[in-house]
């Protein structure tokens, strides 16, 4: 089933120990769509401007994803993220942000866009992220992300879009930040009341948390269960850069392929998030997504499994 | 087969958000024997003072634990460790450490101990560490723990014990600071140089991480490979106070409750290893390992299949 991405479409200049990139094709809608679309049909809402050509639309058309929905601004620059990694490699220092034709994103819904059954509100104001979602109001299921500037200094517009949201896919940080709780499972309860049916916590490179219960979807568990997946011990992190929103497409793709939404689909999804994130911080920006393929990506799925199951034989 | 762990018996005073204790029967050799104990034979060796009394011996008593090698020091008294926890609770505040006998301490193993077939060297000086493992020349298996104060200060002697190990149990931050190398994977690569044919990982809250290959037991794949086991993530951490010790305890405790060392042997273990942990935050001290039952363990064992396996099918 398709799944309808709104978010932005970037550039980034990057700096990691492995190397400079200028302006590579980023953004979370991006990495989102990319991730996404190595398992169902995906279309695009965004905002670009005329620095966004046919290189750009090609990335996207190889991999089947529908752009119709992303608008182009005539005589505007799109929106451009220079950033840097340093030791760690796990939080990104931002050295400039230029939000461009991205300041004034005013999302529009194609027509050929409105039968769409899966959204996915990636990171951006709550309030385009509400006027979406209401303007898709027979959609099967609704997911979203957030960040810290939105929990902050936009809290009111914020929980006016958890209400709406099935799942909400955020970090660590984040869940304790929306929550005022540190410890993980009061966290992740505490949000739960605040809307979102579901709740995934990425912990970066130790993984997942899942939670789900009864009003999460049919079939699931009565009480608040966790699912725990793991992400895959990476010796060469070249570019972090995106690694949540793959995480998100690769969840989200996975869970919008499939017929019904069971425990056990959504443990798998959670699988296919870290599979896809995995792959994202491989290479610098979009890269190692868009030349991945979905037989590499069955093999590092059985490899999660291998990582992470007691009884799988490793060879 | 039988175990025998090297390393601290003491009396903690612990202050975290859920109340105070004072002087709790503590140190890394209790946690370890304690958790250890549900799963195979096990002896300590460790010093104590005129302090620990028949109400200590008793705790290890009921759980079958043979103490014949903690020396008694007429006069003296034990090792104390003072902390506070906060919020987080996941760091320890040190407000006192009163080593007392524990100052010097030097290892006597006893002959009816000789012909224990593993070794567990908690986390004491490594040059103490060394001594021991040199007097169990005929042991099947010797794992070991370390601190970042020997790795700091007494690198050269540390190494030495390294060189002595089957496997090391760790956490995040010092397999970071003794390889120099933030990347988890080169961490342990880089660990694994130093001696320790198998590596094991914690990273609290988030489970742990495995490394092992060929020439970590027979039967263990060629390459390096990591195999990741989960935490429960819990709602009322009370005192995380000794939760590595736990760790480690059933860790090894399973281990050498097998006939042979497999992979998939290994991959339990590290489950077991969780759920020890799991158990011993839930109340001060060593309260909730005095009083688990094997029966309660399994049912926990199968809570963390339960929450990290794709094929289990949740009530």
Known sequence: MSILVVGSVAFDTIETPHGKRERCLGGAATHFALAASFFTDVRVIGVVGDDFGVTEEAVFAKRGIDITGIEHIPGGK???????????????????????????????????????????????????????RTGMPDVRMVAGDTMNYWIAD?????????????????NDGEARMLSGEHNLVKAAQAVMNLGPKSLVIKHGEYGATAFFCERSFAGAPKDVKPFR??????????????????????????????KELTPAVFRTALFYGGVMGSFCVEKFGTERLQNTTREEIEERFELFREISHLDFQIQ
Chains 1, 2 share one sequence.
């Open 229 to 258: 997946a793991p992400a895959l011990p990476i010796e060469e992190v070249v570019d972090p850069t995106g690694a949540g929103d793959s995480f998100a497409g690769g969840f989200y793709g996975y869970l919008a392929s499939q």
């Open 154 to 170: 936009h809290r009111e517009n914020l929980l006016k879009t958890l209400a709406m949201l099935d799942t909400l896919i955020i």
């Open 78 to 132: 799109s929106f451009h993220w220079k950033g840097s990694y340093e030791g760690a490699l796990n939080e990104a220092k931002t050295l400039a942000t230029d939000l461009n034709v991205f300041a004034d994103f005013s999302p529009k819904i194609p027509e050929a866009y409105r039968d769409s059954e899966y959204l996915f509100l990636a990171n951006i104001d709550p309030v385009l992220q509400a006027r979406v």
